[in-house]
């Protein structure tokens, strides 16, 4: 439970700081970024943002803005890595959708991946121990992500009812199994069978499980990803037969980038305080 | 006159573009970014940012938080590149702090900088007659800026009383020719005769010429560079000498950081929309 500190940054009174640490699950170094409000609590919520393809723990707390609102409502915000990275693996860096940067949340099964590529059980069990151990926290955890961290913060959700009390998205893929970059993941990942797939399939999950408050989702009109990778009409329609709350806003021209998710990140912040604070 | 726009993004209902044009001042290809509020005004006051060593035309536009003020205060923003690229200046990128992303705001008067490394005419003369002739904006400018940036806003502005209306910047370089990054790029760009460099240092410039208005600055207590390359000090001096009005704002365990800028950033667009506006 042992974490190094690598960069503390004071911002809106509070801080942000990088940190490293020895994660088990994931058989490697692994990094993540908090924000810290300033709040004296020694008792505060957890929101986890994950993040999309390609990032790493600092896309997220330099671009989105969420900082102000994080220290208005006294939350404690965590972004953790979008894989391992320097594990050895060949060809780990090659692709943009694979491996390092993409290890979208699921717990590899097959060669090469699965020593090193436990994500889904490191985002849910290993980091929330470790931020326990670290920061003055309560055990109400809410979750959001961008993109492959929309799936992840879906999937985590739903796969684990009461373990997160407030779960958002920006321009989620939400029916890996049908697009092009999840079915690539998770055959490099779980392997052939694609009935191992659905267990990590937002719109495939919210048919056997479903969550006692609205999930919050946000996609741009203008993405780019949204008719081939991200069809958010497969997931309203499946919230819609399980009763699963939905609130599903299309924002009229924005795109896939930070510029979309900073100009909505004041409601989702918003949605978490107040889901997180009852 | 003629601009290229590389992308348009929606954000927080106006847009974030960026644009690249053939500039003459610096004989080469030139990008920037503007943010345009969802104002439907013709007649935006337009408020320029300079970025700071090692910055390209995104740093600001996606670290900064400024969007949202700058809708709220229908303000178009300008954030230029800081130097010319790609001019085939040998090892021109070879230092953080001298050639590419280092162009210190002047007018290179040396070889093999001179073709080509003329920023302090683009940024207060080529630029905004490109931003006046593609946007719609009126002739009321404010100028602001971090760290190199932060020198380069207080020159143009204290060189040109009348062109701005409002001057800010964070953590600026207020003595360059007392401090090693200032030392280094004024040899190299403007030569040996160091009479010369005191034209583009801002506390030998206000002692001459002052403005009718406060200049804003914030600087970090905890500011890496503080006691080395910035030393505010001495531009607090010569301002109170000259009569000329500052408020500099210490603040306490602020770091060099965008983490730094974010927090302080509505105040800084207050000040400029307040001043843009009489």
């Known amino acids: 439970m042992t974490i190094e500190t690598i ?21 490697g170094l692994m990094k993540f970024a908090v924000y810290q409000p300033p709040s004296p609590a020694e008792d505060l919520p957890v929101l986890y943002f994950l993040s999309g393809l390609t990032c790493t723990p600092e896309n997220f707390i330099t671009k989105a803005g969420a900082q102000q609102l994080a220290a208005q ?8 890595d979008t894989s391992p990275r320097n ?10 959708d694979l491996g390092s940067g993409a290890g979208f949340y699921v717990d590899a099964l097959q060669e090469p991946w699965r020593q090193h590529y436990n994500m889904y059980s490191y985002i849910t069990q290993e980091l929330p121990a470790i931020i326990r151990a ?12 961008h993109s492959m961290g929309g799936h992840g913060a879906l999937v985590c959700g739903l796969k684990n009812p009461g373990m997160y ?3 958002s998205a920006f321009a989620p ?16 990942y779980l392997g052939d069978d694609e009935a191992l797939w659905l267990g990590y ?36 329609q499946a919230c819609a037969n399980a009763n699963q709350l939905l609130n599903l806003r299309m924002q009229e021209g924005y795109d896939h980038s930070y510029y979309f998710i900073s100009t909505f990140i004041a409601d989702h912040l918003q949605y978490h305080a107040e889901l997180l604070s009852r």
């Open 87 to 96: 594990t050895g693996i060949v060809n780990e860096d090659l692709d943009d």
């Open 173 to 188: 893929i939400v029916n890996p199994v049908m697009s092009p970059w999840g079915q690539k993941a998770f055959k490099n």
């Open 7 to 27: 960069s503390l940054s004071r911002c809106f009174g509070g801080n942000v700081g990088f940190y490293q640490h020895q994660s088990k699950v994931c058989n």
């Open 134 to 145: 670290n920061f003055p926290v309560s055990d109400r955890q809410g979750i959001f992500g």
């Open 73 to 80: 409502h006294g939350l404690l915000l965590v972004m953790p």
């Open 201 to 236: 399939d937002a719109t495939e999950l919210v048919k056997q499980q479903q969550v006692p408050f609205s999930i919050l989702i946000d996609q741009g009109s203008a993405d780019q990803f949204l008719v081939e990778q991200l069809m958010p009409d497969q997931f309203t």
């Open 165 to 167: 009390r407030s779960i």
